[in-house]
């Protein structure tokens, strides 16, 4: 029987609320990008100059300001971490510093060339205005074995098991979805295509099919890409139904290559843009998808 070191995933009910229009001289927050830690790491400059939110493990003190992806990097003050400036709408650093190696949520402006205290971080999240402490349930928990890999448990809010694994060689990472349903990140490489995920729904205990080159997921819909037949294809569905929602969509002037997808993103609205890479090395372009209201 393996001896475990539990590093516990907490999944929570986030409240995304609005910016609010500031009055008198208090500023003006447009509404943040919700992305992951592996989002901006992979590719900072699409978040560059942005408003963003992020949840991690926090940490406020004397030359450490900074936001890591997990308690794992936390623990073992990994380099994998983005410094914080707390601006005037967050709290005091006396107050923010409480919730030191716990879960926050931080939204601020993210700037990919500050790289904090002797540059050692990847980019800055400055003038923070929200860096509150994550409400959680304890459903999802990843463990670091001591031969140095992982396994996972995902139980739902009654507490019946829903997914487990082990002897996973990569870390994989948890995100958050909607209210309810999150899910594993699974990535045996770099490219985008060999990206994989599994959803939970905590509430109705339903859990995901495996999909693979995953690019985006929000609310109810997940947004795959995939080669069939020769030609790109990009899949937008329902991530526990594929009856209730499934459309499918060939980007025009894109590459044939295996990754020719390299980023997505579902916005408030469900609509869906798609990053591609051109034909013939011929740099990036956007796919968009726009859908009606109750489609």
């Known amino acids: 029987m393996k001896i475990k070191v539990y590093l516990v995933f907490f999944l929570a009910v986030v409240l995304l609320t609005?910016?609010?229009?500031?009055?008198?001289?208090?500023?003006?927050?447009?509404?943040?990008?919700?992305?992951?830690?592996?989002?901006?790491?992979?590719?900072?400059?699409?978040?560059?100059?942005?408003?963003?939110?992020?949840?991690?493990?926090?940490?406020?003190?004397?030359?450490?300001?900074?936001?890591?992806?997990?308690?794992?990097?936390?623990?073992?003050?990994?380099?994998?971490?983005?410094?914080?400036?707390?601006?005037?709408?967050?709290?005091?650093?006396?107050?923010a510093s409480e919730y030191n190696g716990k879960y926050v949520i931080v939204e601020g402006t993210f700037d990919k060339d500050e790289k904090g205290h002797y540059d050692m971080f990847r980019g800055t999240i400055k003038d923070v205005s929200r860096y509150e402490l994550w409400n959680f349930n304890q459903d999802v928990h990843l463990s670091l074995n001591l031969d140095e890999t992982y396994s996972y448990l995902v139980t739902d809010y009654k507490g019946r098991t829903l997914d487990e694994g082990e002897d996973l060689t990569e870390r994989p990472e948890y995100v958050f979805v909607d209210i309810d349903v999150g899910g594993f990140i699974f990535r045996q490489g770099k490219e985008p295509s060999s990206c994989c995920a599994r959803y939970y729904d905590l509430k109705n205990s339903r859990v995901s099919e495996t999909f693979r080159y995953v690019l985006a997921a929000r609310d109810d819909r997940v947004v795959c890409a995939e080669i069939r037949n020769g030609e790109p294809l990009i899949v937008v569905r329902d991530i526990f139904d594929k009856d209730r929602f499934y459309k499918e969509y060939r980007p025009e002037n894109v590459s044939k290559d295996g990754d020719f997808a390299i980023a997505g993103k579902i916005d408030r609205k469900g609509n869906v843009t798609v990053t591609c890479l051109a034909e013939n090395g011929g740099g990036e372009i956007e796919f968009s998808i726009a859908f009606e209201p109750g489609n």
């Open 18 to 95: 609005p910016a609010l229009v500031g009055c008198g001289s208090k500023p003006y927050y447009p509404t943040p990008v919700d992305v992951t830690f592996s989002e901006l790491f992979s590719r900072p400059e699409q978040y560059d100059g942005k408003r963003v939110r992020v949840i991690g493990v926090g940490n406020i003190e004397f030359e450490g300001n900074c936001i890591r992806p997990g308690m794992e990097d936390y623990l073992y003050h990994t380099h994998n971490a983005v410094w914080i400036e707390l601006g005037e709408k967050a709290p005091s650093k006396e107050e």
